[in-house]
């Protein structure tokens, strides 16, 4: 069956913000547009479409993100099929304990639609989601939305673009009119003032400039050219000679400086009110690569361990990546998977690359959110979805066995925080650790394990709000109530100085003996950079079959920390000494000396006690704004900076999450339910000394 839409016009986006910014409102316009809604679902009814779970459409947040498959004819043309674009879209989460949901979604995206608020501009997971996209390369472009809302303000919030994000920005257009004043949008390449018109704004009507905004569209044209022919030297002559450039040639080279995230484009607009959504559709497909125009993917070869790459071509080899892992209620784990390379047909088998693992591709469905449609076959470029495979995770690569290959993993963040959780019932135990299973393989930053000392389950995620909506779901979708503790924070434990010391475990108990002997060397890394196994052992004096024991057990005293039991971080573990006895040594004897001298080195090396330290933005009414700084001082807070919004007060501050339970209440109650606020993590600091005493005190109790 050959490919409906070719290579060339299809599109692999997503539409990243911060939360509230207006996402999901937008990616509703989209579909409404492109056809393929027949009335505009609203976030504020409950009614989105691609907020399809039961508690995202209570909260009026998008929790994982959808994907889904829509059409569109760009600048007008008929709507005749060889003229359409396939566009596959993924709306993404904005709240910050959701990073991951954000993280994978990039990974497999070849453009991003990166949506502001018109009074907010920049917001803190504005500048989050934007390295995230920063770190896959992913080119972008901007929508400044809600510019008909009281406080609007376009120019402001491009310069917090310009200042915050990237100075390569470049505008294509500006709004007629601001607030309740918001009339349409100036297209500054074609030099048209748009007006939306219709119920739902569905008919554009384009007409001459008003006089009184012509000279200022004149001045952010000229902005616009001399930003876009500065990426090509013909187009700079003619621009240095005062010549009009044709729009055909600005489209050219402004495509070509997006693809290599030369330059980022500026729209506008207002998605509630219907205004700026089909021009956005028009510059997804003038400016945003096809898989085609991409670099061909890298990975690894398993059995030559050499890099290899895949061109994104459909007699290409297959390969494909699983982004994502869904529990659907009607048919099992649905995987979703982006095809790079080669083509799927359904009934065939797969390898997957990651686990060593054959898989039976039975279905293909392509999404539309919660809706599907079944498909025959998938090309390169696809995202898609499949039904029923036991054993490939989130970041698993599935190829050809014949050819196999490993895409790069995504690697994400760990849980910052952790609840105690039990069932209702005991009949429910065996209920629950399925459903807490079934959850922990959706979603990467959810971690489930039993503490072996009371026999608790403890589950870890990015924040309380992650697990509140984990627990709900454990409730709706698997019908198992669980009884939660108060949360804990994810302590960790490193070392601040060198230390060594010997480890010796010997036994002699009638017949063979055990003997194990280390001198292990410790030496602290920088935050962040994890642990590190060095083996200097040089002329057989620890045989090199009991290396990989050493190692272990190093690895199991890393888990269990020395001051309060939390895993330890940060290090580099030297064994470079040691003896064995050619009859008494075991693997079994060499794993314990390790772990006996790694608590005796890390007793002198210094340790200390690491805290989650989280990035938050408050926002107050400005009568409240000493209150609200009072209050975070008393809680650690450090205040980064203050600005002013409208008649708001906005603090950015690092707080370390500890002091951070009941926070919402405390905020509510200081500003008469007006302030708000969000947070993220943002780095692991040392834990002052006489808080650390009493965490150690009270772990020890």
């Known amino acids: 069956m050959p490919r409906e839409y070719p290579i060339e016009r299809t599109r692999d986006i997503g539409i990243i913000a911060h939360i509230d910014a207006g996402k999901t409102t937008v990616t509703e316009r989209v579909l409404f547009y492109t056809g393929i809604s027949h009335k505009i ?35 007008g043309q008929e709507r005749k099929k060889e003229n359409e674009y396939r566009i596959n879209i993924i709306d993404t989460p904005g709240h910050i304990d959701f990073t991951a949901e954000v993280q ?28 995230q996209a920063d770190k896959f390369k992913v080119p972008r472009i901007c929508f400044i939305n809600k510019l ?76 616009m050219n001399e930003k876009i022919a500065a990426e090509d030297e013909k187009l700079l002559e003619k621009y240095l000679a005062g010549k009009d450039i044709p729009v055909s040639d600005l489209r050219k080279v402004l495509r070509k400086a997006v693809l290599e995230y030369k330059l980022v484009p500026v729209f506008c607009g207002s998605a509630l009110k219907n205004k700026g959504i089909q021009q956005l559709l028009d510059a997804v497909c003038f400016y945003f690569p096809s898989p085609k125009d991409m670099p061909p993917v890298k990975g690894i070869d398993p059995k030559k361990d050499q890099e290899i790459e895949r061109k994104p071509d459909d007699s290409e080899k297959f390969s494909a990546l699983a982004f994502k892992i869904a529990a659907d209620p009607y048919v099992g784990t649905l995987t979703y998977f982006r095809v790079y390379s080669g083509s799927l047909t359904a009934g065939s088998y797969l390898y997957n690359s990651t686990s060593g693992e054959k898989e039976r591709i ?15 076959e998938v090309f390169a470029g696809d995202i898609a979805a499949t039904v029923g495979l036991k054993n490939t995770g989130t970041g698993h690569t599935l190829c050809d066995e014949a050819a196999p290959i490993v895409l790069e993993k995504i690697s994400f963040p760990d849980p910052v925080i952790s609840i105690r959780i039990e069932p209702k019932t005991k009949a429910d135990q065996e209920k629950m650790s399925l459903a807490l299973k079934r959850l922990a393989e959706e979603d990467p930053t959810f971690k489930m394990k039993s503490d072996l000392e009371t026999g608790e389950t403890i589950i870890s995620g990015m924040g309380e709000l992650h697990l509140e909506i984990l627990v709900e779901r454990m409730k709706r979708e698997f019908k198992v109530e669980g009884a939660v503790g108060r949360p804990q924070v994810a302590y960790k434990e490193t070392i601040k100085q060198k230390a060594e010391a010997e480890g010796k475990y010997i036994r002699q108990s009638g017949g063979r003996g055990q003997y194990g002997h280390v001198w292990l060397r410790l030496k602290p890394k920088k935050r962040g950079e994890k642990f590190e196994f060095i083996n200097k052992i040089k002329g057989g004096i620890i045989p090199q079959e009991f290396i990989p024991a050493v190692e272990k057990g190093v690895k199991e005293a890393l888990d269990k920390g020395i001051l309060a039991g939390y895993p330890v971080v940060d290090l580099e573990v030297t064994l470079y000494d040691g003896s064995f006895h050619e009859v008494d040594s075991s693997e079994n004897a060499f794993k314990i000396a390790a772990s006996m001298a790694f608590q005796a080195a890390a007793k002198r090396a210094n340790p200390v006690l690491l805290e989650p330290v989280m990035k938050l933005e408050v926002i107050v009414p400005s009568e409240f704004f000493g209150d609200a700084i009072g209050d975070l001082s008393a809680r650690r807070g450090r205040i980064e900076e203050t600005k002013d919004r409208l008649n708001l007060k906005v603090v950015d ?11 919402a209440t405390a905020l509510r109650s200081l500003t008469e339910g007006r302030g708000t606020f969000t947070m993220e993590f943002d780095h692991y600091d040392e834990v002052p000394a006489n808080i650390a005493q009493e965490i150690i005190e009270g772990k020890r109790r």
């Open 41 to 75: 679902g609203e976030v504020h009814d409950g009614q989105a479409i691609m907020d399809w779970m039961e508690q995202e459409r209570e909260r009026g947040i998008t929790i994982t993100s959808a994907a889904t498959t829509c059409f569109w004819v760009p600048g």
């Open 104 to 131: 994978r979604s990039l990974r497999v995206l070849d453009g991003a639609i990166v949506v502001f608020d018109g009074v907010a501009g920049v917001e803190p997971q504005s500048e989050t989601v934007w390295r």
């Open 148 to 223: 008909d809302r009281t406080g609007a303000d376009f120019k402001k919030s491009l310069d917090s673009i310009l200042e915050k994000l990237t100075p390569n920005a470049v505008t294509l257009q500006i709004p007629v009119g601001e607030e309740d004043k918001h009339e349409g949008i100036i297209d500054l390449l074609e030099m048209k003032a748009l007006k939306f018109e219709g119920d739902f704004g569905q008919i554009v009507k384009e007409e001459e400039i008003p006089e009184k905004l012509l000279a200022e569209a004149k001045k952010w044209r000229d902005k």
């Open 362 to 376: 039975g279905r293909i469905l392509r999404m539309h959110a919660a809706e599907r449609e079944e498909v025959k």
């Open 653 to 663: 501050a690092k707080i370390p999450l500890a002091e951070m339970f009941g926070y």
